[in-house]
């Protein structure tokens, strides 16, 4: 993907986004007293799910990636996220929040679930890279995904199996879901994936250069903050 081509997608998916927007009217959440530069803490307003994080906890330096599971830029970025997670891990914290664009990615908000339900086991971070490593479920039907995310639960250590089904479908993750969708429409999100730092959404040169290149702008920026 070069430069053009995003720029091109970024701009579909803020049609996009309208539509979701509207359609999520009746379940939308007032999120005009929730600081998104700081990490979200469980609550009524999420599901009393907390955000997850990894890396070193407390950090001065927090980049936080909005992302969509079905998404071919985020899965063409995720060796990059993963690198930098990898080598920073004991510097910065790393957030990822939710942004399924369901009009073009019927399955997002599925797959969302899913890592949500094997975090409520403690294996949301083995679910995020089962999502983005193994792509099975992209193109899956709906009677069928199910069974693939079972399959990857079970693949990752997810004990309770039964459990992860129903947390899968349950009103919490849902509301988690809506909660994460909500403050990247605070944050003024219009496209996957999408990269602050400290609460500030990066220049596009650095998010390219995670999406389509090395990384190495991004790392120049952490390594900026860091200082």
Request: charge should be neutral; aromatic fraction near 10%.
């Amino acid at each position: 993907m070069n430069r053009n081509s995003w720029i091109i997608f970024g701009a579909a998916c803020v049609i996009f986004l309208g539509a979701l927007v509207v359609f999520s009217q009746k379940d939308k959440i007032d999120v005009s007293a929730v600081d998104t530069s700081k990490i979200q803490p469980a609550s009524e307003q999420n599901g009393n799910i907390a955000e997850h994080t990894r890396g070193k906890a407390g950090s001065k330096v927090v980049l936080t990636e909005y992302g969509d599971f079905q998404c071919p830029y985020c899965e063409q970025a995720y060796p990059n996220v993963k690198k930098i997670n990898e080598k920073y891990d004991d510097r910065i914290t790393f957030v990822f929040r939710n942004f399924p664009l369901t009009q073009i990615h019927p399955n997002a908000k599925a797959a969302a679930s899913a890592a949500e339900a094997a975090g409520l086991q403690g294996k949301y971070w083995e679910m995020n890279d089962k999502l983005y490593s193994v792509r099975t479920w992209v193109d899956a039907p709906t009677d069928k995904r199910t069974n693939i995310f079972i399959d990857y639960a079970k693949a990752i250590g997810v004990k309770d199996i039964d459990k992860f089904k129903a947390d899968m479908g349950d009103t919490f993750i849902a509301k988690k879901i809506r909660f994460d969708i909500a403050i990247a429409d605070k944050d003024g999100v219009s496209g996957t994936p999408a990269f602050f730092l400290n609460g500030k959404q990066v220049e596009d040169k650095v998010s390219g250069s995670v999406i389509n290149g090395d990384g190495s702008e991004m790392e120049k920026a952490l390594d900026e903050l860091l200082k």
